[in-house]
């Protein structure tokens, strides 16, 4: 493809960033915003330049429609860390981007780096990187899924979920830690584990039977 100059590379770079971070496109006011732009021409320009050039493309008539065609990273966003042992606080920001095969980059997936051994029964060590999947109907979901939840007051864990009635227990897979039984109310099933990562082997939960 055509290269770029320094301001598309710029407006491209950050386009990239916030489409995989959010699964859909910026407004043009954000655009402006990030560039440090007080006006649209600016950015409409650039826009039309990386569409020229191939690395973009977008539905005319519709907003928000922009896409990536450009040889970028599609990783899935690392945001945060999960703890395996106590509490710790939610998953907020993207702080780095992780590179995986195209079978695992489904659109909404996120990655979280373990903290801690309470699930290490369940073949997942502290310093993996575990592949969730959000959770649209938490009510349906099975006994003993591997998920991350977030405790009301607390923060966010790794832990097998169970529920009987409004009593759901978060399960960890190590003897030396005590479950977590709260009132459903109180808990928030944000994702599914899908796939843990660890250095150069990935595992999907049907290989680890997790």
């Known amino acids: 493809m055509e290269p770029l100059t320094e301001a598309q590379q710029q407006l491209y770079d950050w386009l990239v960033e916030y489409i995989q971070t959010s699964q859909y496109a910026p407004s043009i006011r954000q655009m402006m915003r990030a560039m440090n732009l007080r006006s649209p021409a600016p950015v409409q320009s650039r826009l039309e330049h990386l569409r020229t050039k191939g690395y973009i493309d977008w539905t005319e008539g519709k907003a928000r429609t922009i896409r990536i065609l450009g040889n970028s990273s599609t990783g899935v966003p690392v945001l945060g860390s999960i703890a395996a042992g106590g509490l710790v606080e939610p998953f907020t ?21 373990v903290i801690g051994d309470s699930m290490i029964e369940d073949l997942i060590a502290e310093g993996d990187v575990v592949i969730m999947q959000p959770v649209p109907h938490p009510e349906e979901l099975k006994k003993g899924l591997i998920v991350a939840a977030r405790v009301e007051g607390h923060g966010t864990t790794l832990k097998r ?13 190590n003897p030396k830690y005590f479950p977590f039984e709260v009132q459903s109310p109180n808990v928030q099933v944000q994702a599914v584990l899908v796939v843990l990562w660890r250095g150069f082997v990935s595992f999907t939960t049907e290989s680890c039977r997790l």
């Open 161 to 173: 979920f169970y529920r009987q009635g409004q009593q759901v227990t978060l399960k960890p897979a």
């Open 93 to 113: 920001d993207s702080v780095e981007q992780l590179d995986i095969l195209p079978i695992f980059r489904q659109a909404g997936n996120f990655a979280l780096r």
